[in-house]
Structures are given as C-alpha cells and as structure tokens.
T-cell receptor, first 108, second 114 residues
Framework: KNEVEQSPQNLTAQEGEFITINCSYSVGISALHWLQQHPGGGIVSLFMLSSGKKKHGRLIATINIQEKHSSLHITASHPRDSAVYICAVKGSQGNLIFGKGTKLSVKP | DSGVTQTPKHLITATGQRVTLRCSPRSGDLSVYWYQQSLDQGLQFLIQYYNGEERAKGNILERFSAQQFPDLHSELNLSSLELGDSALYFC?????????????FGDGTRLSIL
C-alpha cells in the first residue's frame, strides 16, 4: 500500500463545477503539500498545511490530522485549472513522499 | 516564475553516457532538492542539500551523485545511463532544511536516453 493515496486518478468536469480531490496518507506527518503540475511539466506549490483549512482564490485545501486525510477543492472550475494535482507528505527520513497525482480536465 | 533555474531544459543522449544537470535555487534559499519523475513511478525524492552539505538521501542510485557549491547552485550527475533513466528531473529549493516549508520548483530537465 502506498503511503500517500490520491483519488480519483482522473477527473473530467464541466466548466463551473465544484471539484474535490482527495489525499489519504498512512504516515505521521507535520505538514502536507498540494502541488499543481501543468501539461508542460512545470510544478507549482499551491498549499502547505498542517491543520485546518487554507484558501487561495478559488482553491481551498483542508486537512484532518486525526483521519489522515486532506482535500483540495476548486470552486467555479475553469479550463485553465486542467492539470495534475499532487499531494505530498513528509516521510520518516524527512523527505517528501508524493501521491501519484490526480489528472483534472475541465471542459468548456 | 518560481525563481529556480534548471538547465538544460532538454537533454538527449545515449546509453552508457554521463550527463550533468544544473540547478540555481531561488535567491535566499539554502536547500536544494532533486526529484525524478518517470511515467510509471511518479515523483520520487533523490537527494537534498542544505547550505553545501548533504541533508537527506532518498532512492538515489549509486550511478547518480550530486553536490551543492558555495554559491548554492547544485549539480546532479548521472552516469552509465540506462534507458530507464529517461525521466523529468526537477530541482526545488526552500529557505530552510525542513520539508515542512514550501518548496519552489524549477521547470525541470527532460532527459531522454536513446
């Protein structure tokens, strides 16, 4: 079993829909990262959170430490949100362990 | 623009060869991380340097080595290249040494082994 599991693997949505991507992890953590990887390959750090909720524009990230679960929400989705979303947690050696990513496609 | 610069953007070479990938961290960042992203494995941590010293090591092959120089730029050396080494190699930087800090990613180097 992977230490970081994401669901769904692939997600297709219509423009304007509310989107949720889930991340579950099995290791104890102090912080969780959400990353966005564009079709061209570049990676952007969206959030780093250790408790509660963070919001940036139309993106919201939540984390429940007790349940070892985090969600990334996108409100009013847009085709430019199409990307791979990756969650990562700090492993026992201090390095980041990554989920396999969720590929999001938002259709106009 | 993350402020992290990776060169070259693309590299095509043959099996058995050796290549060097270069990374300049964001100004003020002391940590450099190297990651490999292949189609079947996803992102994998290779190695971290902090202020010139190796800080953490992941699943880095013995054929691979890295270093961080006094000006804080880093190089990842890949030798005796195999077809399976074809991947995107990312460098990221952060201010401190902990993974509990935001990391800023470069655009990656796409390595193709023929």
């Amino acid at each position: 079993k992977n230490e970081v599991e994401q669901s769904p693997q692939n997600l297709t949505a219509q423009e304007g829909e509310f989107i949720t991507i889930n991340c579950s992890y099995s290791v104890g953590i102090s912080a969780l990262h959400w990353l966005q990887q564009h079709p061209g390959g570049g990676i952007v750090s969206l959030f780093m959170l250790s408790s509660g909720k963070k919001k940036h524009g139309r993106l919201i990230a939540t984390i429940n430490i007790q349940e070892k679960h985090s969600s990334l929400h996108i409100t009013a989705s847009h085709p430019r949100d199409s990307a791979v979303y990756i969650c990562a947690v700090k492993g026992s050696q201090g390095n980041l362990i990554f989920g396999k990513g969720t590929k999001l496609s938002v259709k106009p | 623009d993350s402020g992290v610069t990776q060169t070259p953007k693309h590299l095509i070479t043959a099996t058995g060869q050796r290549v060097t990938l270069r990374c300049s961290p964001r100004s003020g960042d002391l940590s450099v991380y190297w990651y490999q992203q292949s189609l079947d494995q996803g992102l994998q941590f290779l190695i971290q340097y902090y202020n010139g010293e190796e800080r953490a090591k992941g699943n880095i092959l013995e054929r691979f080595s890295a270093q961080q120089f006094p000006d804080l730029h880093s190089e990842l050396n890949l030798s005796s290249l195999e077809l399976g080494d074809s991947a995107l190699y990312f460098c990221a930087s952060s201010v401190g040494s902990s993974s509990n800090q935001p990391q800023h990613f470069g655009d990656g180097t796409r390595l193709s082994i023929l």
